[in-house]
């Protein structure tokens, strides 16, 4: 190891403990000053929603983003808002000048908010660890009446909104077997994906493991544990392992992301197998093909992949240049300017390894979510904080 390499990891460590050791007294403090009762959850309303006012919660530092657990998704919306979403504590939207804070208390849908998305009406939507909710400019309402009647009808306008199942993973009794909920404007409706169960086939291995991606001729494709999904309003086409050059014992595909570049080619993020890159009809294993693959590589996410390995996939992005992004689990950030990869790690600026999403800013810049709860962007060769 380095000696730069040393120092930057013993500053970051260092730092670390400062602030968490500043953070521990602070609160120290703030319990011996004053006696007020941990807020009481609130009671489900027997209303078909449970809403609660924009103005929960306002940090007094309007700069500083709270969130520790880790950052999952982020969006701006129409008017001029940041939602920021975070993997157990909630979501928040900053308007440029403060915070406000949601959580599973609120009546948000979970604690764990995996998706944000915008509906044509200007509703923000919330895909969450369990459920969904939305924020219609005044209130945040967790919707509870669903219809399951037309689950075979795929049928649905241009601005639908698509969201996982209910659970965590799998399905509910209400729903009965795998497949996805579609907004269109009015209500929310079930549909089955076209597995026959008789077929030996685990439907639990369909469980939607990424954001939907409506590609550039129309069709809206999803992300599962065993297959990418495609539709094109008609038709369905099953991604699995034969057509993605896998191997038939490989234990689920567990796709992390999803992702059409500007050149409409698509891009699969594999936690354990690594970037699936589509060329006219079939794949390529990109990881494989640039020598980012162990030999000894088990192809499943529980293991720790060395450094300088990209089997771990969790994040795709292209920046306005042209650049392909990818977000690893374990060893940070990767450019590709379509010849050479390269790495970004700590010494680059990163606060940590795992990248749940690069988003693509609206005045040109690219963000990155990080696990530790940092909201980072691409500067001059190095990364810095926004967040």
Request: net charge negative.
């Amino acid at each position: 190891m380095n000696k730069p390499f040393q120092i930057a990891i013993y500053h970051n460590l260092f730092s670390q403990y400062i602030t968490k050791s500043g953070l521990l007294l602070s609160g120290l403090l703030f319990l011996l000053a004053c006696s007020t009762p941990a807020p009481i959850e609130p009671k489900l309303k027997s209303s078909s929603t449970q809403s609660i006012s924009s103005t929960a919660y306002q940090l007094d530092n309007p700069g500083q983003l709270k969130y520790k657990s880790g950052i999952r998704c982020i969006l701006e919306d129409s008017q001029g808002n940041t939602w920021i979403a975070s993997d157990k504590e909630g979501v928040c939207k900053y308007d440029g000048k403060k915070f406000t804070y949601f959580n599973h208390d609120d009546g948000l849908c979970s604690n764990q908010i995996r998706t944000i998305y915008e509906h044509s009406s200007g509703e923000i939507w919330f895909e969450g660890g369990y459920g969904v909710s939305y924020y219609n400019g005044k209130e945040l309402i967790t919707p509870k009446e669903k219809n399951y009647s037309s689950s075979r009808e795929w049928k649905y306008p241009k601005d639908a909104l698509w969201f996982k199942p209910d659970a965590s993973t799998g399905y509910t009794t209400k729903e009965k077997s795998i497949g996805v909920y579609c907004y269109d404007g009015k209500s929310i409706d079930y549909f089955l994906f076209p597995i026959n169960q008789e077929d030996d086939i685990d439907p639990w291995g369909y469980s939607v493991s990424t954001n939907f991606v409506k590609r550039k001729d129309g069709s809206t494709w999803f992300g599962t544990y065993n297959a990418v999904i495609g539709y094109n309003g008609n038709d369905f086409t099953f991604f699995e392992n034969k057509v993605l050059g896998l191997p038939n014992d490989n234990n689920g595909l567990h796709v992390r992301a999803l992702f059409e570049d500007s050149k409409g080619t698509l891009w699969i993020g594999n936690n354990g197998i690594g970037i699936l890159k589509q060329e006219g009809d079939k794949f390529i294993n990109f990881s494989q093909l640039k020598g980012l693959t162990s030999a000894s590589s088990t192809f499943k996410g529980i293991t720790l992949q060395p450094n300088k390995l990209l089997e771990h996939l969790f994040a795709i992005g292209e920046d306005q240049y042209g650049n392909m992004w990818f977000g690893d689990r374990d060893t940070g950030a990767w450019r590709y300017d379509g010849q050479t990869m390269k790495n970004y790690s700590y010494m680059d600026g990163l606060t940590c390894m795992h990248i749940w999403q690069i988003y693509n800013a609206k005045n040109g810049e690219l963000w990155f979510a990080m696990n530790d709860g940092n909201i980072l962007k691409f500067e001059e060769d190095r990364f810095v904080k926004v967040f």
